[in-house]
């Protein structure tokens, strides 16, 4: 189910997939930017919904076939084939830290415990790349109430799988493996922010983090943390992969702000996989309305 703080507009029912092709072909036109109502034809706006018209989820192809998973390697074309021996099973998740309720749940347990839904995102890479992913998942918030976290709880922290026999790239030196993130304790309760399970109806591609990732939509997407092992409530900001390697460069926020550029390049607009113009960044990814209030009164240029 869906919840009711999720505007319609971020809901797409099934039958409204359409892969990215066949739409363009049926809509007739090449450039992004007829993807948007306002640019198509009458008879179009009123043949599909605007949430349609502006956020076609990417292929499975494209999903499953870009991906960023530095355990593997550093080609986003190259990481599917990696990775699709990596053994899955048996995984346990730990639950543990500042909880009235530790918990190290059997991957299994954990999915029918949690039962998943299907929310279709945007996903935002640091990189200046976007896609719509239709996740399957359920939220974080729900794992975290069964955990009854303390009241001097103020983060969490998510590590990933540290399994170098089968991730090539955990045995070189370059990152301080494993892979870790962080959010603060209210924006891991957010409605928006994800356990995911799968996409596409279907289990996780490996590639994509089975048999469990975090997807938090308004943050750059390496705050999406794939594989994860451990989930862990501290009162201190924990450390994470990116901000350790590149402190300049990586904040521990990480929001999507077109107006904070990376110190190597502008954030101010995207390419949308798929797609031949850019597009202009937003906000938050475009999701202000759902979360600019966790930010009220900070400074977001010192606060990346
Ligand atoms: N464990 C782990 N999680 C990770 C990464 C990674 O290298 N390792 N890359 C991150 C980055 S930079 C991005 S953009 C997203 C990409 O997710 P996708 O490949 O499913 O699109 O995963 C994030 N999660
Ligand atoms: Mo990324």
Redesign the pocket.
Known sequence: MFRSNIPSSEIAPKEQYLSRRDFIKAAGFLGAGALLAACAPKSLTEAAPVSVLADVPNSLED?TNY?????FSYDKAAVAKLAKDFPTRPWSVEVTGMINKPKTYDIEDLLKQFPSEERIYR?R??EAWS?VIPWMGFPLAQLLAAAEPTSAAKYVRFV?VHDPENMPLQSSASFDWP?QEGLRLDEAMNDLTLLATGLYGEPLPN???APL?LVVPWKY??K????IVKIELTDTKPSTLWNTASPREYGFYSNVNPNVSHPRWSQASERRIGELARRPTLLFNGYEKEVAHLYDGMDLATNY
């Open positions: 999903i991906n960023n998973y530095y355990e996903l890479c640091v896609m990933a892979y590639q994509s983090g990732r997407g390496f999406s943390i794939k594989g």
